[in-house]
């Protein structure tokens, strides 16, 4: 899938924040991260959640492989502290219908709906 065919099918909101994913925000990287910082994480990421999926039936395994996946988005700035100054809460995981996006979210999807 190309980053633009990304961008169609998870739109992101007009600030850069969130993402789309079936009608909920989901917090974006941090932009200020240099792109081998980025890379590094992403790279941990993937491992991660490869650990989580190969842990199974092993209890202290999984927690380990979890902290992991949970540290790297931390670090990557998608949990923990919002990695903007604004001000503004952190919506993510919350539904963009009940969110200050909720008009551009309906005139993006009436726009999507027009074009098909």
Known sequence: M???STRTQY???P???YFVVRGRLWRKSNPALDQATREKLVKELMSARR???HAQN???NITDARRRVNDTKVALG???PVWWSDGEPDLNR???KNSPYASWFAELDKTRHDEN
């Open 2 to 4: 190309s980053p633009s």
């Open 11 to 13: 739109p992101d909101t």
């Open 15 to 17: 600030d850069g924040k």
């Open 51 to 53: 650990a989580v999926r």
């Open 58 to 60: 092993d209890a202290e």
């Open 78 to 80: 998608e949990r923990g």
């Open 94 to 96: 919350h539904l963009v």
